[in-house]
């Protein structure tokens, strides 16, 4: 279990910035799910068992996408070839979120609370325990 908190609390941080990179390149129009979502200061963020369950899917599909881009990464030494090579992995993170059935915004609002909250991150950690 300890391993799956450090890989939640070591990864999060860099499944966030890429994916706040790409909502960028695919911007939403209208209120979504995680704006209806918000919560109001002060208050602990309450998600659904299958929130969680999408957030744990998307998380674990991310979190491969992101080791092959360092895998692939690792020989290439032309900046242009990796900064597309990095495009094209923040938008198949995107996609994932979307398969799993989640927008961008609610994944990263679960993904921050996770940074905050034992609780979220023990129910987080079993999810993706369940899921291996």
């Known amino acids: 279990m300890k391993k799956v ?3 939640l609390t070591g ?6 910035l890429v994916l706040a990179l790409s909502v960028g390149v695919h911007a939403q129009t209208g209120q979504t ?24 899917t998307a998380y674990l599909e991310i979190h491969e996408i992101r080791m092959e881009l360092q895998e692939t990464l690792a020989g290439v030494t032309d900046p242009e070839s990796a900064q597309q090579m990095q495009e ?3 938008a198949a ?15 990263n609002q679960v993904m921050q609370e996770v940074q905050v909250s034992t609780e979220l991150q023990e129910k987080m950690a079993s999810k993706l325990e369940q899921m291996q």
């Open 88 to 90: 094209q992995a923040g």
């Open 33 to 56: 799910e995680g704006q209806q979502m918000m919560q109001q200061p002060g208050t602990p963020a309450q998600f659904s068992d299958a929130e969680l369950q999408k957030v744990a």
């Open 11 to 16: 990864s999060t941080l860099a499944c966030l």
């Open 93 to 107: 993170m995107v996609q994932a979120v979307q398969e799993s059935g989640l927008d961008v915004d609610t994944y």
């Open 5 to 7: 908190i450090m890989l």
